[in-house]
């Protein structure tokens, strides 16, 4: 079992401000806005998003080594979410909170 680090802890936080970020801008401003900010394939992105930043939250606060896996995971789909919420427009946050995880996430992916 590893006991969570300060990058740990910056990482759990990171990870669950993207989370609720990406699951509550789908459930009020995507739905709002209509028109790209609901097309499936965007919106399914950004709730597989918020969940896997939540799932991997979840496997660091375990002190679990296998947050490695999810953390790579995770980083790669919060690149893609930050790279669609971009290509939608409106949704700078979003943006903000998807590139901020996954460059945290990235570092705990290759952390020993």
Do not use: K
Not at 9 to 35: D, N, V
Not at 63 to 76: F, I, L, P, T
């Amino acid at each position: 079992m590893t006991m969570p680090t300060h990058d740990m802890t910056a990482c759990i936080e990171a990870c669950l401000a993207c989370y609720r970020t990406c699951h509550s801008t789908a459930l009020h401003h995507c739905l709002e806005a209509g028109g790209r900010h609901t097309e499936p394939d965007h919106f399914r992105l950004m709730a597989a998003c918020a969940e896997m930043c939540r799932a991997s939250a979840h496997i660091m606060m375990t002190g679990s080594s296998a947050h490695r896996h999810s953390c790579r995971a995770c980083a790669e789909i919060c690149e893609a979410c930050a790279a669609d919420c971009e290509r939608v427009g409106d949704m700078d946050a979003c943006v903000r909170a998807c590139r901020e995880c996954a460059r945290s996430c990235r570092e705990m992916a290759g952390a020993n």
